[in-house]
């Protein structure tokens, strides 16, 4: 495994007498072609890099591509999540200003940034502008297709939104809800709120499948609450869950169906913000056929504690920790498409970056084996209503990625354990140089 901590991935302040100051990230997330990573944040803007010059230091030391493609300035208020579609066609941002931005790229957009010296490379202008929720908008999610984005916040509402026009609220919340993800096949949308629930939702008629509330009982209170659905449809692993009356910090897993949890990620030593599945399955034994008792997944953990973990389902213990890479909690995670480099953000205002060679991620499966696999379901949506025509994904924007980039290992990895488990497997534990420069929030 590489690690990376570009500098120049950053929100500044530009207003103030702390003009350069690093502000706050709350968000990423790694465009589908994996050219290029949005950011929110502190700030009130939206951000768009290049990712090679991230992953390869050739490329960043010759500024080819340009390192910052694109400031989005829309929003008045902290941007507090951002989401690209999977078709890449679009991006959606989310902010405390209760608005959201759905953005579309536009080549003739590309230009000098109104109010500042800073110039745009690429242009993406602003398509819809989506008002709908009374106060901020914590988290946001895509379903697979693209057919609906359903967006959470600071007002306890869920809403689901098709076309740009607002289709159903969902308001049985009792508190701030503060995570939201759908399952693969979009059967299901799962939410996480700080009534400490988990809400499982059916996509066929927006009533409540199952509510998921034991590991919860003792949460306390965290920025978000962000959960991951497994790319088999299998799991949701939910954050910021506590076990031992509150006293260990967990994250649970939760089983489709049953919706329970007997399953815990134990570890962290402060609550856990943020979960991300990596976007591929993996097999047990790459020999085997893909069936359910021959997958397992991969998921990476951010937490408060400042440490970023990452998970195979089939092993008890983490294969990576990272501890000590940040000064500030983790806000949001993001893979890359290809299953092999992990972003992590934090209120610090730095990004820290996790490249994997194939064969530390053993018995990864290509698409197309999940897609098959996914069959299983049988699951389709129904049509929508009148009036909520959804475009077709042959209309998306066509991008080319860029080559695979080399990847320069900056600081060495030693073993040690994390946590409380079983087994006398290595953890592979990543701790951040103490000589790097502090910064200050």
Same mark, same amino acid.
């Given at each position: 495994m590489h690690f990376t901590k570009p500098s120049w991935v950053m929100h500044t302040d530009s207003v103030s007498r702390d003009q350069g100051k690093r502000l706050s990230i709350f968000s990423c997330h790694v465009h589908p072609d994996g050219s290029r990573i949005a950011t929110g944040g502190l700030d009130a803007k939206v951000r768009i890099w290049s990712t090679k010059p991230i992953l390869n230091s050739a490329s960043e030391l010759s500024g080819r591509p340009p390192k910052s493609l694109c400031t989005l300035a829309m929003h008045t208020g902290p941007v507090l999540c951002v989401r690209w579609a999977h078709s890449g066609r679009w991006l959606a941002s989310g902010s405390d200003d209760a608005i959201i931005m759905i953005w579309d790229l536009d080549p003739s957009a590309r230009g000098k940034v109104w109010g500042s010296d800073e110039f745009n490379v690429e242009g993406w202008k602003p398509l819809k502008r989506l008002p709908g929720h009374d106060s901020d908008i914590t988290d946001m999610a895509w379903s697979p297709g693209d057919r609906y984005l359903a967006s959470v916040g600071l007002d306890s509402q869920v809403i689901i939104w098709s076309n740009s026009e607002r289709l159903r609220k969902l308001d049985t919340h009792q508190g701030f809800v503060k995570g939201v993800c759908w399952d693969p096949v979009g059967e299901f949308l799962a939410t996480h709120s700080d009534d400490r629930s988990v809400k499982i939702w059916r996509t066929t008629d927006w009533e409540m499948e199952a509510e998921v509330k034991k590991p919860f009982e003792k949460s306390p209170s965290t920025f978000f609450r962000r959960l991951s659905w497994s790319p088999d449809g299998a799991h949701i692993t939910a954050a910021n869950a506590t076990n031992n009356n509150g006293y260990v910090f967990i994250a649970a897993v939760i089983a489709r169906n049953s919706w329970t949890s007997e399953i815990s990620l134990v570890g962290h030593e402060n609550a856990v913000e943020v979960a991300a599945y990596n976007p591929h399955i993996f097999l047990r034994d790459p020999s085997l056929p893909v069936v359910a008792s021959n997958i397992c997944s991969v998921v990476a953990l951010g937490a408060d504690d400042r440490s970023v973990s990452v998970w195979q389902t089939k092993s008890a213990r983490p294969l990576v920790v990272a501890k000590e890479v940040f000064e500030r909690q983790i806000m949001d995670l993001s893979w890359s498409s290809d299953g092999l480099t992990l972003y992590a953000v934090s209120s610090d205002?730095?990004? *820290? %970056? /996790? +490249? /994997?060679?194939?064969?530390? =991620?053993?018995?990864? *499966?290509? %698409? +197309?084996? #999940?897609? #098959?696999? =996914? $069959? $299983? @379901?049988? @699951?389709? !949506?129904? !049509? =929508? !209503?009148?009036? /909520?025509?959804?475009? +077709? $994904?042959e209309s998306a924007s066509q991008m080319t990625p860029p080559p695979s980039p080399s990847r320069t290992p900056v600081t060495a990895l030693s073993h040690d354990d994390f946590g409380a488990h079983n087994g006398g497997e290595h953890v592979n534990m990543l701790v951040a140089k103490r000589n790097r420069p502090t910064l200050h929030q």
């Open positions: 205002g730095t990004m *820290a %970056v /996790f +490249s /994997f060679d194939e064969n530390e =991620l053993e018995g990864i *499966a290509p %698409v +197309s084996a #999940q897609e #098959q696999y =996914l $069959k $299983k @379901f049988g @699951f389709t !949506p129904p !049509p =929508l !209503p009148e009036g /909520f025509a959804h475009e +077709s $994904k």
